[in-house]
């Protein structure tokens, strides 16, 4: 098989119904030796729409690890170094080792390089315009001027080779309503989200856009949705925090709460659910667990900038909660921006 059809993993799902419960035992094997390189059993209770969960659920599982394995696989091919291999392994950094300063720093280089390869193919230009972009706007790749404005060239470069695909689009989209041109990727994300109903990325995208355009209850909306149908990786970390944010706009605390809290789970490493949480526990009036909250961000980012806390929650709420952060690291003796 692997020969003949150049097939490199085999997914195999087998399903059954145990005390009135759905479940899948999945596993992918690396048809070179015949080796199981993952596998896990996930469970889905019994009602309407039943399958359709349980096939969203094993999606979202599968394909940080199916990334995983097509990296061994291309290291083996060729040692890791084609464009294609390169790309791949930035995408997989990010999606296993979360969204902080150096994984970003490490997979734009990796996309760079893969770009240099091949300067044709669109998915790395749409890559390396997300990477930056949001690099840009969560802060983790501010102390650049040269980064919007690249951006902006790799997001042109990406639909001048490819406008027309779902994948490309979302990933342009986000990028575009990162740097400032929401007006520009709103019918963008919604051409993706039109070619592809489960283009998560595109989703949330189009939700976290409509935030900025105080369209609160239409973006809640797209950002569970986008959440509901993305790979179960760190990226629902940042898309968790952005949803915490909608809820509290919409004063639904009980809802803001549980996004916050679940965004934080998904990530240890990332500040950005941290400051959601701190912000809702202020909304709540739960002082205690505000500065709880804040000590955590400032342990994920102890060089936290009051720039990036208002950019993030919007300039009162973001005061309330940098006056918690600035206390904290003049008392930790952090040098202050």
Known sequence: MRSRFAITHILEVRL???ENRLTANVAIIETRNRIQVWAQQIEETPGAGEQERLLR????????????????????????????ANLLRAITLLSLKGWHQTTFIEATRMI??????????ALSHAYLALLKALGHRVGLLRNDDTIVPTAIVAAEKA????????TILGLVGCALADVGQVERALPMLKKAIDLDSQNGQAKTALGAA????????????????????????????????????????????DNALEAA????????????PRLALAAVYLVRKEQDRAVASV?????????????????????????????????????NQVGLP
């Open 112 to 121: 760079e390089s893969a770009i240099e390869q091949d300067p044709d193919f």
């Open 295 to 331: 000590k955590e961000c400032v342990r994920t980012k102890p060089d936290l900038h009051r720039e990036e806390v208002t950019c993030f929650l919007g300039e009162k709420l973001g005061a309330s909660v940098w006056a918690i952060a600035g206390s904290l690291m003049a008392k």
């Open 16 to 18: 059954q119904r145990f």
């Open 159 to 166: 639909l001048e080779l490819q406008n027309q695909d779902s």
């Open 57 to 84: 659920k094993l999606i979202s599982r599968i394909e940080v690890q199916l990334m995983r394995a097509m990296v061994a696989e291309f290291q083996s091919a060729d040692g890791g170094g084609s464009s294609r």
């Open 210 to 253: 409509l935030m900025l355009q105080g369209d609160y209850e239409t973006a809640v909306r797209y950002l569970s949705e986008g959440i509901n149908c993305s790979p179960a990786d760190s990226r629902l970390s940042v898309w968790g925090a952005v949803l915490a944010l909608g809820y509290l706009a919409l004063r639904e605390s």
């Open 261 to 272: 809290e679940n965004a934080c789970k998904e990530d240890d490493r990332l500040y950005l």
